[in-house]
């Protein structure tokens, strides 16, 4: 696409790949277009499968679906919505088709949102040899597994579960570069915001964060079993009906049964400055900013899941002013540029897939990994109209779709 040098590509290049039918789709995508990422919504018809299968090099998903769904199961309407039930694997056709240049590097994670209802989702693609990774130069459509591990869903189509994040080559922050631009700009922060010193390894990139189970009288929720579905339509299923509050510990432990989902929150507040002032002294302009990613802290920790959702959008921890109308970005909020990074406490979705688990206050608990921006990104998250629902959240907070 021309560019020379490595980073995520923000919003304004996101709607330029919409324009250029390189994102392409019969809903209208500028709507879902984030800061630096895209929501993926699902198409109309889903299909239940004997299981997960992923496709082999050359096999077309349409094919896969043919083989292993479950024949005496109709293929499931979801333009009139439908309850997907629980414990059950679907695949879905998105309601999106990429149409990749060579340069460009895809990768898929489920929405906060999605990931915080325990909704386990993942991509495939035609020939695809990996989970939600879509290989360079890649046409076609994207597919959509779905398992709900804790609830019956009401899900219909044109709803986003998963968000898109394109990269032109390399964007991610090695250890050094993690450790200097975090202390030179403010990456991580204490609950009080104060900056605070990144813990971190040469052995892998990003920022070590720890499990808080004391700051908050409620430090968590586990969901609860129930037969009543959580309409992602909505946004005031009642949480009484759906989640347990997880009172604070008492000697800092929390014994977690085996197979028990449960939401909660790191002890560092995390930021991701959209934007930084140019290191050149004699500028008055700005340089891209960064977005994050967050990802197990050790492979060697055991057989638990720390989170789903993992992509955290430039401007996540960070406080700003309204801005005017900007004509020029398609009806998109423009901002002043006074940003200040205070840090928001990163929501953890946990399951033990071992033997009970015993978490204790701040254990290790993930790793947040920083990606430079291709360009300044001209929306950023939290911002008014943007549809952002965790720009500003304390302790472990639920998804939207709960009141």
């Not at 254990?363 to 430079?372: A, F, G, K, L, T």
Request: a positive charge; one cysteine or more; hydrophobic letters at 35%.
């Amino acid at each position: 696409m021309g560019w020379n040098k490595g980073g995520v590509i923000p919003s304004q290049l996101l709607r330029s790949m919409i324009d250029s039918k390189r994102i392409s789709s019969k809903l209208n995508l500028y709507p879902h277009v984030q800061p630096a990422s895209i929501d993926l919504p699902v198409g109309e018809v889903a299909y239940e499968m004997q299981g997960v299968v992923l496709p082999r090099k050359g096999e077309k998903v349409a094919d896969i679906i043919q083989k292993y769904r479950v024949p005496q199961v109709k293929a499931i309407d979801l333009t009139k919505g439908a309850i997907l039930e629980k414990g059950v694997t679907y695949l879905i056709r998105s309601a999106v088709r990429l149409n990749l240049d060579s340069d460009i590097k895809v990768d898929a994670s489920p929405k906060s949102s999605i990931g915080r209802i325990d909704l386990h989702t993942r991509t495939v693609v035609d020939g695809g040899q990996l989970f939600d990774t879509i290989p360079v130069g890649y046409d076609g459509y994207i597919y959509l597994y779905i398992v709900s591990n804790s609830f019956r869903v009401y899900l219909e189509s044109g709803i986003p579960v998963m968000q898109l994040r394109f990269r032109s080559g390399e964007a991610t922050l090695d250890y050094l570069e993690t450790k200097m631009l975090g202390e030179l700009h403010g990456f991580v922060f204490d609950k009080a915001g104060s900056n605070i010193p990144l813990c971190i390894t040469s052995q892998l990139p990003g920022a070590l964060l720890t499990l808080d189970l004391q700051s908050y009288d409620i430090v968590g929720w586990w969901a609860k079993h129930t037969h009543r579905p959580v309409f992602m339509n909505r946004l005031d299923n009642p949480i009484s009906e759906f989640w347990q509050p997880i009172a604070r510990p008492k000697n800092g432990s929390l014994h977690v049964p085996h197979g028990q989902f449960g939401i909660y929150v790191t002890k560092e507040h995390v930021a991701f400055p959209p934007f930084v002032k140019s290191r050149d002294k004699n500028s008055n302009g700005l340089e891209p900013g960064f977005s994050g990613v967050m990802m197990i802290y050790d492979p060697t920790a055991g057989e638990f899941r720390a989170h789903y959702a993992g992509f955290f959008d430039p401007g996540c921890g960070c406080r700003f002013s309204k801005g005017k109308e900007d004509k020029n970005s398609k009806g998109f909020l423009s901002w002043k540029k006074n940003v200040k990074r205070r840090g928001n406490a990163g929501v953890l979705e946990i399951r033990s897939f071992e033997k009970d688990r015993i978490l204790r206050d701040g254990d290790p608990i993930c790793r947040m990994v920083y990606e430079r921006l291709l360009e300044v990104p001209d929306i950023i998250y939290g911002m008014d109209g943007l549809g952002s629902n965790y720009g500003v959240q304390k302790g472990a907070k639920l998804a939207k779709f709960f009141k």
